[in-house]
């Protein structure tokens, strides 16, 4: 079965840090450009971060970019978001995307707030 599982969201401070995984079955994430988006609550969805296929070539939205790291771990076919100095305005749910078929995970909560 081809799909995508988000985990590792909660609820964090303002400054802190939080890892998300999303694990892939049906496919090879290293062939894939996967992609993480957030949606918060009233706003459109948002492209947060992309790794290409093969090698650690990643992008990054303006918001994101020296805070947040994509990585890809091809053993266990996992891509993740590591998040740090995370603000409020990081709030949303985080969904794991695979561009061809555009393929979505169920979405993860992250909170920040005090």
């Known amino acids: 079965q081809v799909r995508l599982v988000e985990s590792g969201g909660g609820l964090v401070q303002p400054g802190g840090s939080l890892g998300l995984s999303c694990v892939a079955s049906?496919?090879?994430?290293?062939?894939?450009?996967m992609r993480w988006y957030r949606q918060a609550p009233g706003k459109e969805r948002e492209l947060v971060a992309t790794?290409?296929?093969?090698?650690?070539?990643?992008y990054y939205a303006d918001s994101v970019k020296g805070r947040f790291t994509i990585s890809r771990e091809n053993f266990k076919n996992t891509v993740y978001l590591q998040m740090n100095n995370l603000k409020p305005e990081d709030t949303a749910v985080y969904y794991c995307n695979r561009q061809i078929g555009n393929l979505w995970g169920q979405g993860i909560q992250v909170t920040v707030s005090s």
């Open positions: 790794i290409m296929p093969g090698g650690s070539t990643a």
């Open positions: 049906g496919f090879a994430v290293h062939s894939n450009v």
